[in-house]
């Protein structure tokens, strides 16, 4: 990688990561400090800063105050995931998609979301709901709250030309995200969604997605009975 090229944190980060996998630094060795990195990257300090805090929130390095950044001795192995568009999920299957949407109205963050969905209670929330369906059966029931602090534009967008989910993954840039996977029992709702009986077992997933310190989005998906995740490294 040339200097000139090393002109954003996740460059800077990636470059790193190199130099850890091909042995340039050992593990537990110290790296260079910020100050040299930002010369030999000919960027801030600050750039620099974001890549290894990133590192060091992946487990690749150890940073500790007054003492530098060392390589970690046993780096830490996580499983990254993509946010799918969930059209372009269903077309890759080969089925036609399409969504509807149920509910769009601006509500506040909802108390039993304080922790997965850190904005302040008054922040002006944009509630959803949608179904996503494939070859017009119901696929994925969702339910989402979206900032419209950190996205003001969502209001204006067409619902019916393009789902929540697309739109988002289009004009909301992230940095990092919160994922989790559940099963859980049909309620009433999802039961009329999916046309099941209540009490039924469904496959579910919470994600909430955030830029820099601003939360974006916080997101439930419910699949339709059956459904079975599937992921490869």
Not at 107 to 127: E, K, S
Not at 201 to 217: G, K, V
Request: net charge negative; glycine share 6%.
């Amino acid at each position: 990688m040339t200097k000139r090229e090393a002109n954003s944190w996740r460059l800077i980060r990636d470059e790193i990561v190199r130099r850890i996998n091909e042995r340039d630094w050992q593990p537990g060795d110290m790296i260079p400090n910020e100050t040299d990195l930002a010369i030999e990257f000919e960027c801030g300090r600050t750039t620099v800063n974001r890549a290894l805090r990133e590192l060091a929130s992946e487990g690749i390095v150890i940073r500790k105050r007054k003492a530098g950044t060392r390589v970690a001795l046993n780096p830490a192995h996580k499983a990254v995931f993509s946010i799918p568009v969930i059209r372009e999920e269903v077309e890759s299957s080969g089925a036609s998609y399409r969504h509807s949407l149920l509910t769009a109205e601006q509500r506040h963050r909802p108390t039993f979301l304080a922790g997965a969905f850190r904005v302040a209670d008054d922040t002006p929330l944009l509630y959803t709901e949608t179904i996503h369906f494939s070859d017009n059966q119901p696929f994925i029931f969702e339910e989402r709250y979206t900032s419209l602090e950190a996205v003001p534009t969502l209001g204006d967008m067409d619902h019916e030309a393009i789902s929540v989910n697309e739109w988002l993954l289009q004009n909301a840039p992230y940095t990092g995200g919160e994922m989790s996977f559940f099963a859980l029992k049909s309620d009433q709702k999802l039961a009329h969604a999916f046309g099941i009986a209540e009490g039924e077992a469904l496959f579910a997933t919470e994600r909430s997605t955030w830029c820099e310190d601003q939360h974006i989005t916080h997101v439930r998906l419910v699949y339709k009975p059956g459904y079975r995740m599937r992921a490869s490294t």
